[in-house]
């Protein structure tokens, strides 16, 4: 009986913590939250430009893009904007902003992983609802995002690369000829909206990091491609916009919260752009503001705004935008609200990002008593395994202690940054999460046998049998503490919310905790196993000695 509790607690933590990961896996990468809109097709007025064309510098960093020369001259003749992007600050879930006009939170996109095609509104189907043409080169994304609108309204010329450890010197070279060949080719035909790609940008950061030479050099070449694209566009009836999907670190990577990964230029010229305009904005503001240039009609699933403060609109052109935004907002918001549930906050407010607030809040509220259920049920079920096993008291003081000193020093200097943008790779995110599980295996290693050796030495009558409680208890006790820790998450975060999603960097954290609870179990119950079989032979050859002597 000492035993069975001790090993039943650690496989509960393990098969609990192992069924926790896996769903939580699956819920992000194929979060859908489901929001369905009602198209508002308001005009937004008469159309300012004949045609808008964006070039998306990929990776491009709001401070390294106050190095481009042709692109600082685009400011001055047109609008300056600095924005923030939405997270996971991946390249997918950014280009998904881009044209939706809305951050994960509403399209669902989370990581490069995803593959479903997007169902909601965008600006690529409002460009070929109006009849317009569009020419689309560069990632795959595009097509994998919103291929049947751009069936309906161009052509897309796919011009991509796997990134990799590596990839930079083996592929440049055929990367900055597809993309300057994507750049000719959405040039070819004239169309109501142009999207083209840079990526080798990309590239340069991953295998150099974001404020290398190397980046910044390939940020130089992009700004004289942007110099050639401007001497073809006539921006007297056109619209130009420099953009980015994501920052770097300056180590290289994206993904996380960082303010070098989140801070990303919009620079707008051309016709239907205030000349020396300066502002402040978010991604999603792009396809509104788009819409409005145009003439179309607002996506009807962007929660973002057109720019209307850079915009050069007419007093009859201002009135016709305030209605159309009104229009589509008073929708969007409805749509909201009937998906969460909540019809406004405690305040009243109705806007979509109170209504997110609220639904959290009270999803938060109804979660408490399963938190309070965990929070005090795990602990005592581990105090009494503890005691039934009289685990020696002082021997497991000495194990947390080893287990802290750990954390404080060599243990806790490997931890890696609890960020996706510290996973510069796909090829990085095994490994990342495999070191989390090593650095937590050593740790209960190092606290279990410190409290098994701790109880040995002051032990009246040092046997070997008793190790086996001694490192249990002290394995249980650890796994327990992260259990109820990742139930402190689950209750903070929404973890597994079918509508909303936490800040990216939450999720790793999240993650990486849930992965340490099934580390410190699985080690554990091996040490145990391992005492077991020692404790058996040690038996087995007492036992031999015996009937030699008789």
């Known amino acids: 009986m000492k035993r069975i509790g001790l090993v039943l607690g650690l496989l509960s933590c393990a098969v609990g913590s192992a069924a926790f990961a896996w769903r939580m896996w699956d819920w992000a990468l194929n979060f859908d939250p489901g929001f369905t809109f009602s198209t508002v097709p308001v005009p937004t007025g008469s159309p300012s430009s004949a045609g808008v064309t964006i070039l998306l510098v990929d990776g491009l960093r709001l401070d390294a893009s106050r190095r481009m020369q042709t692109l600082n001259a685009l400011r001055l003749e047109g609008a300056d904007i600095e924005a923030q992007v939405g997270t996971p600050s991946f390249s997918r879930p950014g280009r998904a902003t881009v044209a939706v006009g809305a951050y994960p939170a509403i399209h669902g996109v989370t990581s490069n992983r995803q593959k479903r095609e997007i169902p909601l509104d965008n600006i690529i ?50 990367v900055r000829a597809s993309q300057e060949a994507g750049i000719a080719f959405i040039l070819q035909e004239p169309a109501m909206l142009r999207i083209a790609d840079i990526i080798s940008t990309d590239f340069a950061a991953h295998e150099y ?29 056109e619209t130009l916009i420099v953009t980015s999907d994501h920052g770097h670190r300056d180590a290289g990577g994206h993904g996380g ?137 002082l021997g497991l003081l000495a194990g947390l202690a080893a287990v802290v000193l750990g954390l404080l020093g060599p243990i806790g200097a490997r931890i890696p940054t609890m960020s996706f943008s510290a996973i510069n790779y796909d090829e990085m995110l095994v490994p990342f999460f495999v070191r989390i599980l090593t650095l937590v295996a050593v740790g209960t290693l190092t606290g279990a046998l410190v409290a098994a050796g701790v109880g040995q030495v002051f032990r009246r009558r040092p046997t070997l049998d008793t190790a086996f409680e001694r490192a249990g208890s002290m394995g249980l006790v650890l796994a327990a503490a992260l259990s109820v ?26 993650y990486s905790l849930t992965l340490a609870t099934f580390s410190a179990s699985v080690t554990t119950i091996v040490l145990m196993m391992a005492l077991r079989i020692i404790e058996g032979a040690g038996r087995s050859r007492g036992a031999a000695a015996d009937s030699a002597s008789s």
């Open 125 to 174: 189907r409002r460009v070929g609802a109006m009849g317009g043409t569009c020419r689309i080169a560069g990632s795959k994304i595009w097509s994998s995002l919103f291929g049947k609108d751009i069936e309906r309204c161009g052509v897309y010329r796919a011009g991509e690369a796997k990134e990799g450890p590596g990839a930079f010197v083996r592929q440049v070279p055929d």
């Open 209 to 237: 990091g974001g404020t290398s030479p190397e980046y910044l050099s390939e940020v130089q070449r992009t700004d004289v491609l942007l110099g050639e694209l401007v001497r073809t566009l006539d921006l007297t009836k």
């Open 257 to 393: 919260e960082e303010a070098e990964v989140l801070s990303i230029p919009i620079v707008m010229v051309g016709a239907g752009i205030k000349p020396g305009a300066v502002a402040k904005a978010s991604q999603a503001d792009i396809a509104p503001t788009v819409a409005a240039l145009l003439g179309a009609a607002l996506p009807a699933a962007s929660s973002g705004r057109p720019l209307e403060s850079v915009l050069a609109l007419e007093e009859s052109g201002r009135v016709s935008l305030n209605a159309a935004v009104a229009a589509q907002r008073a929708a969007f918001e409805r749509a909201v609200g009937e998906r969460l549930g909540v019809t406004a906050d405690p305040r009243g407010r109705t806007d979509w990002a109170s209504l997110v607030i609220a639904h959290r809040d009270a999803d938060k509220k109804g979660r408490i008593p399963y938190f309070i259920l965990a929070a005090l049920l795990i602990p005592a079920l581990t105090f009494a395994a503890v005691r039934v096993s009289k685990a020696s008291d």
């Open 485 to 510: 820790m990742t139930a402190a998450w689950w209750w903070s975060f929404d973890l597994l919310s079918p509508v909303t999603l936490p800040g990216s960097d939450a999720l790793v954290q999240a």
